[in-house]
């Protein structure tokens, strides 16, 4: 009989507790992996203005890679998590076994052609001049794509059986490590662009032999990964990817979106307007990482709760999970909005910056009101994802990003004539309706699936496992 770990006995208890001391490592880790990208621009940036372009022409790709294997991670996160509520540890060992084969697949699916065709992609993508300083950095995260894979797949696996604590380990390695290879890498081993490449990589396959040992060797965890022992099973494949594939897709549309949303800034403010809201979705970012680093705790306990059938413990994790996500995002709110005039200070030190100031510090205390509403739709989603339903959360995330959003913001900026304002609040009232359509609808979704537990001719178990 495998014996529970701390994490799996706190997904199995008090779910205000689990959703609480799971969420605080991935707030944590996420917090230090967006500092991470904050320094690794700049390390770039000394290097010119050809070097942060060619980091550009990479980043939907490197968006591209991350959304697959977040997605399958995310599936196997939440069909591992439903798995030990059941307490079923024989599926949840064959989920962990089938994760990894979905990632290697996914991996070599990604790397083979776009490391061979790298040259003649970013030619046809325009890069020009540049397409030399592309291909040297590309080719060098194409390779190692399978590592990228790797990390985020284990990490995942993890965070299902409530190991927050080494997945955030793993996380926070990684990016302090990449934070002082890239100096050595760019600048003392004078590689330039590829050494920021290579800076990454490895700092990424430090962690991935970490994951490695823990998962694969020291087998500590809940889960025992053996793949001489791996049987195929479509069933298993297709609950992960049922939930991999539209988490996949939600990260696809939200790059989608700030692309549309480009267009129709770019429209009305022109590329000071870009500049603006550039800037101010970075300190969104921020702001949103609380709601973040909860949402891959609340796919974890309402999965788990799922696996046990528990109505009660599905309802609580989840409004439990938004009241605190709304009481923290209030508090980053207040400050932001107070803080506005200094925050943008730290963005517009050049002489040449000075006249977007105004339009930044008035984006900044608008999107005040984004944060408040995050809190309602992501973890509602999550909860979603937890629950195995995943097209249901890539619905209401199109719903929310593609449609409203867009459609709030063209409406307000163009139609009404605000301009760069009607974009921001066009931002607030998209996301505010589609976060409440997401949120009335798991309500609804748990309580009808409360009422078919009680109904035994209704109920069919956790068949969706």
Known sequence: MKKDTSGVKLLRGDPKKAVLKLSIPMIVAMSVQT?????DAIWVSGLGPDALSAVGFFLPFFYALMALSNGIGMGGSAA???????????????????????????????????????????????????????????????????????????????????????AMYAMVLGSVLNIFLDPVFIYTLDMGVAGAAWATLISMAVSAVILFYWLMVKKDSYVSIRMREFKHDMAISRDILRVGLPFAMQQMSMSIMVFMLNGIVVSVGGTDGIA????????????????????????AVTGAAYGMRSYEKIRVAHLYAVKMGVLMEVCIAAFTFLLAPQITALFT???????????????????CLYYVAIPFGMLSSSTFQG?????????????????????????????????????????????AVGAMTAFTWIKITIRNWGEKLKDP???????QM
């Open 387 to 431: 629950m195995g339903k995943g097209i249901n959360s890539l619905f209401v995330t199109i719903w929310r990003t593609l449609v409203l959003t867009c459609i709030f913001s063209y409406v307000f900026a163009i139609t009404m004539g605000m301009g760069l304002g009607g974009v921001w609040y066009g931002n607030v009232v998209g996301n």
């Open 457 to 463: 001719l209704l109920s069919t178990g956790p068949s």
């Open 276 to 299: 603006v809201y550039g800037t101010g979705w970075r300190v969104a970012t921020l702001a949103t990482l609380p709601s973040i680093g909860m949402a891959s705790a609340v796919t």
């Open 80 to 166: 591992l998590s439903r798995r030990i509520g059941a307490n079923d540890p024989k599926g949840a060992d064959s989920v962990a076994n089938h994760s990894m084969v979905l990632c290697v697949i996914a991996a070599a699916a990604f790397s083979l052609p776009t490391t061979l065709l790298a040259e003649q992609i970013f030619r046809f993508l325009g890069a020009g001049d540049v397409t030399p300083l592309v291909v040297s950095y590309s080719r060098v995260l194409f390779g190692g794509s399978i590592i990228m894979f790797f990390t985020n797949v284990a990490n995942s696996l993890l965070r299902g059986e409530g190991d927050t604590k080494r």
């Open 349 to 367: 030190q050049a002489e040449s910056s000075a006249r977007i100031s105004g339009e930044l510090i008035n984006m900044l205390r608008i999107m």
């Open 35 to 39: 500092i991470y990208n904050f320094v």
